[in-house]
Every structure is written in C-alpha cells, then in structure tokens.
C-alpha cells in the first residue's frame, strides 16, 4: 500500500491521510523495506527520535519536509551505520574530521562537511556542505544497514515542537502523516546531538548537545561556539538554519527561574499564570511554597533533566497547563545543551 502512496503525484494533498504502521523492534526489515521504497519512518536513535528516509530519494526527502512542516532552508542530517559511510556522503574527510569521527562516533556528534556530488538540494537547503552523524543505538544502526542507504533523519516532531523522545510522542505528532513508526524504548539522552561545523575555520560548534565544547577542545583545542563568535562571521553561521527558526516550544509558556545572567527568553518575574493549577515545574531542587504550584518534577540530576524535558512540555500540554517554569543550570556539559533548549522554548514568537 505504501509503495503506490508514494508513487502517487498527488500525495501532497494527502499527507494527512496516510495509514501509520506501529513496528516492534523486530520489524526492522519491514522498515528498512517501507524506506528502500520511498516511505518515511520514525526511529529510536540516543538523542531523539529520528525521522529516516533514503537520503539518496529526492522525493522522499521532501516528504519529510512536508510530514514535519519543515521551512525548507533547513537542512537534514545524513545517518550513516559506518565510517566508511561518511565517505560515500562528503566530498572530502579533512584530518580534523577523522581526528572527531575516531574519538566521538558512534555517538551524538554531527560534523558538518563538503557535501558530496550526489547529495541533493533538497537535502543541503541549497548549501555547499552536509551534516552527517553515526548514531551510537543498535535499533538506528541496524535499520540503515538494513535500507542499504544512508538515512536522513532530522527530529521526529512536527516543525517548532519539542523532539519526539518516546514513540508515543512521534505518533502524537507525526500519526497519519508518516508510513511507520519503529517503537523503541525512551531515548538515552532526550536531546539533539552537538552540531560542529568544520568548513570553517575554526571550527565552530552551531548547536550543543551532549558532546560539551570542552570534550571538542581536547580533541580540537581551536573548536569554537557560535555564540563565542562575532559580527561578520557569526551572522554568516547563523545562515546556518536550525538556529534561525523556532524550536522546541510546547503550548504553554515556558519560563525561566534562577538566571542570573541577561536572558533571552522570558524570566520568572515577566508574565505569570496566575492560577497555581495551571503552573508547572521542573529542576533540580524543589520550588518554595510548593502549594503554588499544580505538577512539580524535580530530577535528581542533569543528565535526567535533559532526558525528561521535551516529554516533560508535551505531558504539560496534555494535563492544559498553561506556564512551564523550568529551574536554571550551570551551563557545563549538558548543562548547556539544556539550557540552550529550555532559553529557545522560553522565546515569545
Ligand atoms: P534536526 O535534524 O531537526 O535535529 O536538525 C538538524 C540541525 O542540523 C539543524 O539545526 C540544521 O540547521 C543543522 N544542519 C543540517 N545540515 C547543515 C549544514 N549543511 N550546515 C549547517 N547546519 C546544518
Ligand atoms: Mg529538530
């Protein structure tokens, strides 16, 4: 059935409308099949969960953009099962991208490079590069083994949305929209891996995750952030898409408690939901008076901070809570990767 939705010309009009197939962990060859025929399908990998398609399919790379709702300047990551896969996708692996490949992958590295000459448009946004990662999660390394093709997998969300962590939240989003979800366990990390460009010299760090900037620079000691970066040369990154759109906001508003520094997004003390049974909490430590507040979720670390937060906002939003107040971490680690999305979240569009 999937095989003549996709041959259909007129699928666009229908994307609403396609049959979502749930697959066990031990479909994985009904997944691999659906995506070798031009289908769509979410899986686990460590960060979140990925929406995979053939990243040598034109017109399955577009099905992604429409399924998400994805501005099409920005660009998807290419998932390879092996080294040697990064070699079939970038058209040059520098000494700097062996020396990151050899001490971050598998892992939650993405390195943006030369692209190569059959990498499409569509994929790159129209830019000169491409972003690849090897996934560290046996499930997301078996099934591109299994499509036989390298995958691109941006987040399995609606665009703007909190990243998919579990399969029931990319079936919240994404059911009728997409051909298959492979339901795996809650993902490892809940966040979305480091991006590092490495076109540019220095190469410069364009969205954190797990893999801290420290962890870079011991392994590249010029690595810079993007924020860290200036005038000119910052603007010219930040064309660099993902940080220009909105991300990551769930219903509610989020908020922001403990900064001490000039924010971005909305603090504690702007806006406030009035009605304690509306408010919601999350952090490390526990709020004072906690009769203030209706749900209060306090992690023990930030490891599982980062982990519960984006199923944190979407459990909100269905409980209609309408002001997520998210406690403030030093920003070391993964402490800045969760900053960084809790900052994004707060932002009033
Ligand atoms: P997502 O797959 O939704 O987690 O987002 C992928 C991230 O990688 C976005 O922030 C993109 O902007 C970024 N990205 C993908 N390809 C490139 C590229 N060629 N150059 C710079 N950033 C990229
Ligand atoms: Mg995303």
């Not at 259909?8 to 659906?34: H, K, M, Q």
């Not at 997409?178 to 190469?203: F, R």
């Amino acid at each position: 059935m999937w095989r003549s939705r996709w041959n259909d010309r007129n699928w666009e009009r229908r994307v609403s409308e396609i049959e979502t197939s749930l697959l066990s962990i031990d479909r994985l060859g009904d997944a691999a099949a659906i995506i070798a025929a031009g289908g769509i399908v979410a899986f686990p990998t460590e960060t979140v969960y990925g929406l995979g398609a053939d990243a040598t399919n034109a017109a399955a790379i577009l099905r992604i953009f429409e399924a998400k709702g994805r501005p099409s300047d920005n660009p998807l990551i290419v998932h390879v099962a092996d080294v040697e896969g990064v070699f079939r996708v970038a058209k040059e692996v520098s000494p700097i991208a062996q020396k990151l490949i050899h001490a971050f992958w598998p892992g939650p590295l993405t390195i943006v490079m030369p692209k190569g000459e059959w990498v499409s448009e569509v994929l790159c946004a129209g830019l000169p590069s491409v972003a690849v990662r090897m996934p560290k999660h046996s499930v997301a390394i078996e099934l591109i083994r299994r499509a036989g093709v390298p995958l691109v997998a941006p987040s399995a969300n609606r665009s703007g949305r909190p990243s998919g962590t579990t399969w029931e939240a990319v079936q919240d989003d994404l059911s009728g929209r997409i051909d298959g979800i492979v339901c795996g366990e809650p993902t490892e990390l809940g966040l979305e891996s480091t991006v590092i460009d490495i076109t540019q010299s220095p190469p410069c760090v364009l969205r954190h995750g797990a893999i801290s900037l420290t962890a870079l620079q011991a392994v590249c000691p010029d690595v810079v952030s993007l924020e860290d970066l200036k005038g000119v040369e910052q603007v010219r990154l930040r064309k660099s898409p993902g940080t220009r759109h909105r991300h990551y906001q769930p219903h509610a508003r989020v908020m922001v408690a403990g900064l001490k520094t000039e924010v971005m997004g909305n603090t504690l003390s702007e806006g406030w939901a009035s009605n304690p049974s509306s408010r919601a909490w999350i952090g490390l430590s526990s709020p004072n008076p906690v009769s203030d507040w209706r749900i209060i979720q306090v992690c023990e670390n930030v490891d599982e901070y980062a982990r519960v937060l984006f199923s944190f906002f979407r459990e909100m939003d269905r409980l209609g809570i309408e002001a997520i107040v998210c406690e403030s971490v030093p920003e070391v680690g993964i402490g800045r990767a969760l900053m960084d999305r809790i900052l994004r979240a707060s932002v009033d569009e």
